[in-house]
């Protein structure tokens, strides 16, 4: 199950992981407010989509989430661990466990309050912000909807996490992250040593690490079949 981050539905934000259907069964689902799920609110939310996602994921399931998405995996994972075969976190914007992300918390604490900003230069902004290269105006203008459900998110970076309940399952757990910056990689960390998790770094794509394609799927596969290889083991 790939569950994805902001703006983006899942097969467009997961383009570069759809070619392994020919190996693996993928449940690649859109978020409430994305896509397919679009009439299921207005706003991103990741602990409703874990509860919705909760009710169809099947046993043996292999978790991966990007961005918000991961937290949303990290609460799945919490709620049905029985089902959980492997949990992958990629860059989760958790920024309010370590110190060295206080800035990105700040800067993105006031740029999620920007609501005088039109879509377009806001999206401009935020991607700046996550050393993504921003698409040209005309492809932007038309994500004005999704940037709209995206602004008014739940933010991943107030609450507590149930990293401790997560850690205690005996799941394989990988958290990885793009080399882009000094924070994210101080969160991935701390995320990785709470969870007892594997630990990885793919730079090239900024925030979006998925989309080095190659590098991240042959991490992924290889992750998924230690996993799977290791639990069959030990039953």
Known sequence: MLIH??????????????????????????????????????????????????????????????????????LLAASVPDRVASLVLVEPPAFQLAPEASELLRLHENHFDRT??????????????????????????????????????????????????????????????????SGFEAVCDVIADRLGADRAVIPGAGHAVQLTGAAFNQLLTAFWNTSAHDSANTA
């Open 5 to 74: 981050g902001g703006l983006h539905e899942g097969e467009r934000a997961w383009s570069e992981q759809l070619a392994l259907h020919e190996w693996y069964a993928l449940a690649v689902p859109d978020r409430v407010g994305y896509g397919a799920s679009a009439d299921l609110g207005d706003a991103e939310d990741f602990e409703r989509d874990a509860e919705l996602l909760a009710e169809i994921i099947e046993p043996g399931c292999h978790v991966v989430g990007h961005s918000s998405g991961a937290l949303a995996a990290l």
């Open 116 to 181: 005088d900003l039109d879509p377009v230069p806001w999206l401009r902004g935020f991607f700046e912000l996550n050393a993504l290269e921003p698409p040209p105006d005309d492809a932007l203008e038309p994500l004005g909807d999704a940037a709209q459900v995206w602004r008014r998110l739940r933010r991943p970076w107030h609450g507590e996490l149930p990293l401790e309940t997560v850690a205690l399952h005996p799941f394989a757990k990988l958290v990885v992250s793009g080399g882009h910056s």
